[in-house]
């Protein structure tokens, strides 16, 4: 009876008490086993009732066993299948568009919709494509206005650098197609200057061509006073001041009006109201004839601008060096604009 009570109120925690369990009531050297040894000796009157006592009594041991060992079998089994989908996954990092990129494929999808195609080319350039071509005269100090790093330095003529604007493109585009041109051209662009928040000794451009007959400067203003227009909002203001490029002539700096602080005064337009973003000018007629095309039938202009610049227009970028130095606090702040 007493063990009868210890079986029935027998609860382990684990599968390693079940089977010290067995072991003392179901083992060969258990307690069943050693109340049969025992039954062997008692009369034969008392066996019939000792022997049906002790049946049951193996009976209720082996059950206990055996439906503790199924629970802790099937606990087993259902802890592997526990898997619970209701729970929140990991999240997923999404990455996000470089501010660069956001605002190179506003500018192509700007010039896209008035007919412009975009062209590329080589970033390592020879001396005809980066200045020969366009009209930089040899040994004129107009080499000199982009500092540039020269990666075989020969004669001049023969020499390879990395090109320092993307108007080597358009030089390209010229000498292998036929007029009329509508293209821009983005694109990495190479300088030796110190790298400063104002200046790096890399940075990016998109350019832009478009010659046919009857280009004018009027044209010019147009195409890029819309451009500014969808870039920066309606009524930005621009105004052109002359300037001096080989390749072009005339050639002109186009500003706009301060798109941060709106001419009240910050010093990303140096408290002037104004911010130059591109330089460009009429095509040059040597350029056109340098690359083939007849400077009597043909004309148009050319521009060309660096990113960085209007994004740091377009997002309040005060540092140059943040657009390279791939830190998340930076581009994550892009997020929302992929
Ligand atoms: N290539 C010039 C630069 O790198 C920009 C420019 C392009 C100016 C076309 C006029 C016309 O600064």
Known sequence: DQYT???NA?????ADELETFRIKFLGTKGIIKDLFEQFKTVSSEEKRTFGKVLNQFKQLAEAKHQDLQESFKSEVENSKSEIDLTL??????VGSRHPLSLVRNEIIDIFKRLGFTVAEGPEIEDDWHNFSALNFPEEHPARDMQDT???KKNNGKDDIALRTHTSSVQVRMMENGKPPFRAIMPGRVYRNEAISARAHCFFHQVEGLYIDENVSFADLKQTLYHFVQELYGEGTKVRFRPSYFPFTEPSAEMDVSCTICKGSGCNMC????WVE???CGMVDPNVLENCGIDSKVYTGFA???GMERIANLKYVIRDLRLFSENDERFLKQFQTEI
């Open 277 to 279: 973003i591109l330089g």
């Open 10 to 14: 027998f609860s382990p925690a684990n």
């Open 88 to 93: 929140p996954g990991d999240n997923f990092q």
């Open 149 to 151: 790093f020269f990666i």
């Open 5 to 7: 009570a210890e079986i």
């Open 303 to 305: 521009f060309g601008m």
């Open 270 to 273: 140096k408290y002037s109201g």
